[in-house]
């Protein structure tokens, strides 16, 4: 597949452009989330920097999917901060600070009553872009994804397979060409074949795009295929922060329990 950037749309996004390089896109400072005396998120200090892609790997319960939920202001920190380009996500109108970031979930989130089209559309469609604007950006989208507009576009998300409604998820948070991307296990219920597939999809994305992401996912093959740097959590901890390769070698226990998962097949085959 051919890819191609356009500039962003400054009246949406997060504008980047111009900004401090060393300012990071968001930053966690002593962030802590607590719900009915349980604590899910323990302090947290993390920065995501412009371009990486921050994968945040943990069990279930980890704290993982809060901290996400926290960058684009569906939660909120009991205590601490999160910031989005150095602004407290409470100082921003939550409506635009979500239309700024490209969001996309497990379960995908399409509306059923609406075409491909009008899914992928939506936000440019919310923000009054010109209708032929709209048209050729969601054309050029879905090609970008492997789904042809002629043979997609009209639609619904039932008559689409996992995989191909996982692929309108992704057209659709990158249709306003947002400065950020959050995933939450996004290919988590794919079979395995599809799920490798639009793994290497999402880094031909990234390359051609340069979007900052944070990607939250329990895979460690996953996270060491994809991420620039993994962030460990570990009841509501940062238990460990590094790149793919300085992970492999990370002697902590939990990095340890989860690098055990890279061995278990050979075992399996073995027997």
């Known amino acids: 597949m051919a890819f191609r950037r356009e500039p962003l749309d400054s009246n ?4 980047l452009d111009g900004a401090d390089s060393s300012q990071p896109v968001v ?3 002593d962030t802590s989330y607590t719900v009915t005396g349980n ?3 323990d302090k947290l200090n993390l920065k995501v920097h412009s371009g990486e892609i921050l994968v945040l790997l943990g069990r279930s319960g980890s704290g993982k999917t809060t901290a996400l939920k926290m960058v684009n202001a569906l939660l909120s920190p009991t205590s601490g901060q999160v910031l989005v380009k150095g602004r407290p ?13 490209g969001y996309v979930i497990q379960e995908v989130g399409l509306f059923p009553h609406f ?22 950006r969601t054309q050029e989208l879905l090609r970008q994804v492997s789904l042809d507009p002629g043979q997609y576009e009209s639609r619904y998300p039932r008559q689409l397979s996992g995989g191909q409604r996982q692929r309108v998820g992704v057209a659709r948070a990158l249709a306003a060409d947002p400065a950020l991307l959050l995933f939450d296990e996004p290919f988590g219920a794919l079979d395995p074949v599809t799920r490798l597939e639009l793994q290497t999809q999402f880094l031909e994305l990234r390359r051609a795009f340069g979007k900052t992401s944070v990607f939250v996912t ?7 295929r994809l991420g620039t740097r993994i962030g460990l959590l570990h009841r509501g901890k940062l238990e460990v922060l590094a790149t793919p390769s300085e992970f492999v070698k990370s002697t902590h226990p939990e990095a340890l329990a989860f690098l055990a998962c890279l061995a278990e097949p050979l075992m399996h085959q073995s027997n």
Do not use: C, G, M, Y
């Open 27 to 29: 930053e966690f400072r």
């Open 39 to 41: 604590q899910i998120l």
């Open 115 to 136: 075409t491909v089209k009008q899914n992928v559309s939506l936000v440019p469609t919310l923000e009054r872009w010109p209708a032929e604007r709209i048209h050729s």
């Open 12 to 15: 949406l996004n997060i504008d």
């Open 218 to 224: 329990h895979d460690v093959r996953e996270a060491l």
């Open 89 to 101: 996500t409470s100082a921003w109108d939550p409506i635009r600070l979500r239309r700024s970031i």
